[in-house]
């Protein structure tokens, strides 16, 4: 076993622990629903002769429900005569998928929301089991990083550490 096979092996025990921490930040941040975004959540370990890089990805709106989206940016505008909108489409299915009666009007009623107080809503709080509704992305990587780079030394260190003095 060569050195990068040892370091690309420990880059995967990484990767596998940040992607089993992001996947559960969303869901402990109440951002399950269809569990699409958090099953997207995937990496690709990339190598060259002086770097290992891992490269995280999911799907596209992860980066609103990282950052949220302030009122003035909410893509509704009230009795603008539009005969349609993505945007209300959306939370019409999200309604029907949470069972209300009236998808529609729960779908304004919401958008009504989204517009005064921007995403997520102060109500939403209550939905998360940490307290924590945004940021899904930035805090768990800041909260592991120490523990990830543990896990990085600790897993083959010895291996690495004979291989590089077989080589010298």
């Known amino acids: 076993m060569n050195v990068l096979d040892i370091l690309e092996r420990q880059s995967k025990l990484v990767a596998d622990f940040f992607q089993a921490e992001l996947r559960k930040e969303l869901e402990e941040q109440g951002h399950k629903d269809t569990g699409k975004l958090i099953d997207s959540i995937e990496y690709e370990i990339l190598t060259d002769a002086n770097t290992i890089k891992i490269v995280f990805s999911y799907l596209y709106y992860g980066d609103i429900v990282e950052s949220g989206v302030k009122a003035a940016n909410i893509p509704f505008s009230p009795n603008s005569g539009a005969k349609s909108s993505?945007?209300?489409?959306?939370?019409?299915?999200?309604?029907?998928?949470?069972?209300?009666?009236?998808?529609?009007?729960?779908?304004?009623?919401?958008?009504?929301?989204?517009?005064?107080?921007?995403?997520?809503?102060?109500?939403?709080?209550?939905?998360?089991?940490?307290?924590?509704r945004k940021n899904w992305r930035s805090f768990t990587l800041n909260q592991y990083l120490p523990q990830s780079l543990k896990i990085f030394a600790d897993s083959d260190l010895e291996d690495l550490i004979k291989t590089i003095l077989a080589n010298k």
């Open 86 to 132: 993505k945007y209300i489409e959306a939370l019409k299915n999200w309604a029907r998928r949470k069972g209300f009666k009236k998808p529609l009007s729960a779908a304004f009623a919401i958008a009504y929301k989204h517009k005064k107080e921007g995403m997520p809503t102060k109500n939403s709080y209550k939905f998360s089991a940490n307290g924590r």
